[in-house]
Structures are given as structure tokens and as C-alpha cells.
T-cell receptor, first 113, second 114 residues
Framework: DAKTTQPNSMESNEEEPVHLPCNHS???????IHWYRQLPSQGPEYVIH???SNVNNRMASLAIAEDRKSSTLILHRATLRDAAVYYC??????????????FGQGTTLQVKP | KAGVTQTPRYLIKTRGQQVTLSCSPI?????VSWYQQTPGQGLQFLFE???????NKGNFPGRFSGRQFSNSRSEMNVSTLELGDSALYLC?????????????FGEGSRLTVL
């Protein structure tokens, strides 16, 4: 599985937008880009995923570079509840690894009131 | 709709003992995966079960095993416990209609080995 690189930590102020970057320079054509987050004392939860085009859902937006070697998770208005570890993960859509995620160290997001 | 349920939530064992953890997936989900989370190694994939068959296995010793029942509930077992097995063990389920489907995680079972 291709590797991703994320900053170890980021800070944001409440009510402001947050841009969480992820580099995946060795991404293959069949890799989807997934984001999960883990709130304190909870299991990870799905945030969003995409292949080539930018994606939006109720939680966040995902901006994917044209060459797909990087992506950015955007939280439009950070709340205290968004403080979590955010994981950027590549999933090969052509593999049989339906339940296997390769987690890196993720980005710990701190939201200040 | 009930989420993924893991039991027990917390347990303490001593070295050399064995432990069995249980996971009930979301109703209708047939794929169950297990992960180990430690401060040093982060989240690591243990194995995945689908329709009572192991589909994938991570890089863990044979002391770690699992199974899945016909109702999709899953158990994992760790034998001859070592101090390093202290961790949060997470279970995830998915419908498994595609290779990139969303995984739903439980809150985990926290194992402490003394």
C-alpha cells in the first residue's frame, strides 16, 4: 500500500477553517484517498473519501491535487469537537483488502476556543 | 441503528494468560476487521473476516487469532499474553459492497497485561 505523509500536529481557532494536508507522491491510479479521524477515547470514524475530483459532505471537503500526489481535508468551521487525530489513508480499489486500512501517525488537531 | 459493539470494554490479565474479545458488527455488515492500537506503533491491522473466512492477516504472531460466526459476530483471541500486548483492540465492520467502503469502528477493548 502506498504511503502518506502528514504533519504531526496542527492548531486552529474555533470557528475558523482548517486545512489538513496530506502528501501521497507514490499514489497509484487505483488508489482512493480516504480520511478518518479518531476523537479521544473513541474508535476511528470515517470522514470523507475521493478519487480525482474534489468532494464535499456534511463533515468536510476534500481537495485533491490535479496530479493526485497530495490532498487537503478542509473543515470549514472548526469546533472544539473536531479536536482529534486525522488520518489520511490510501485504499486500492482493485485489491481485496476491503477491511484493511493502513494507518500512519496522522495529524493531531488542536482547536482553541 | 446500533453501532459496532465490543466487549469487554476493559480488562486486566497477567502474563501467560489468554484473552478473548468479542465484536458484534452493525446489522447487515458481513465484514469484520480487527486492529491493535498502541502509543508506540499506532493503529495496526490484525485480520479481517468475511462470511466466517479469514480474508486478510496482518503481521502479528500466531498467538493472535480470530474467528467469525454465522451471524457475523467475531471474536479474537490472544494466547500466552505478553506485556507488549497491552493495547486498545478495535473492531470495525463494513457492508463490503466495494473495496473502498466505509468502515465503522467500535469503541474498543482496552487490555492491560500485568
Amino acid at each position: 500500500d502506498a504511503k502518506t505523509t502528514q504533519p504531526n500536529s496542527m492548531e486552529s481557532n474555533e470557528e475558523e477553517p482548517v486545512h489538513l494536508p496530506c502528501n501521497h507522491s507514490t499514489i497509484s491510479g487505483t488508489d482512493y484517498i480516504h480520511w478518518y479521524r479518531q476523537l479521544p477515547s473513541q474508535g476511528p470514524e470515517y470522514v470523507i473519501h475521493g478519487l480525482t475530483s474534489n468532494v464535499n459532505n456534511r463533515m468536510a471537503s476534500l481537495a485533491i491535487a490535479e496530479d493526485r500526489k497530495s490532498s487537503t481535508l478542509i473543515l470549514h468551521r472548526a469546533t472544539l469537537r473536531d479536536a482529534a487525530v486525522y488520518y489520511c489513508i490510501l485504499r486500492d480499489r482493485s485489491s481485496g483488502n476491503t477491511g484493511k486500512l493502513i494507518f500512519g501517525q496522522g495529524t493531531t488537531l488542536q482547536v482553541k476556543p | 441503528k446500533a453501532g459496532v459493539t465490543q466487549t469487554p470494554r476493559y480488562l486486566i490479565k497477567t502474563r501467560g494468560q489468554q484473552v478473548t474479545l468479542s465484536c458484534s458488527p452493525i446489522s447487515g455488515h458481513r465484514s469484520v476487521s480487527w486492529y491493535q492500537q498502541t502509543p508506540g506503533q499506532g493503529l495496526q491491522f490484525l485480520f479481517e473476516y468475511f462470511s466466517e473466512t479469514q480474508r486478510n492477516k496482518g503481521n502479528f504472531p500466531g498467538r493472535f487469532s480470530g474467528r467469525q460466526f454465522s451471524n457475523s459476530r467475531s471474536e479474537m483471541n490472544v494466547s500466552t499474553l505478553e506485556l507488549g500486548d497491552s493495547a486498545l483492540y478495535l473492531c470495525a465492520s463494513s457492508i463490503q459492497t466495494s473495496n473502498t467502503g466505509e468502515l465503522f469502528f467500535g469503541e474498543g477493548s482496552r487490555l492491560t497485561v500485568l
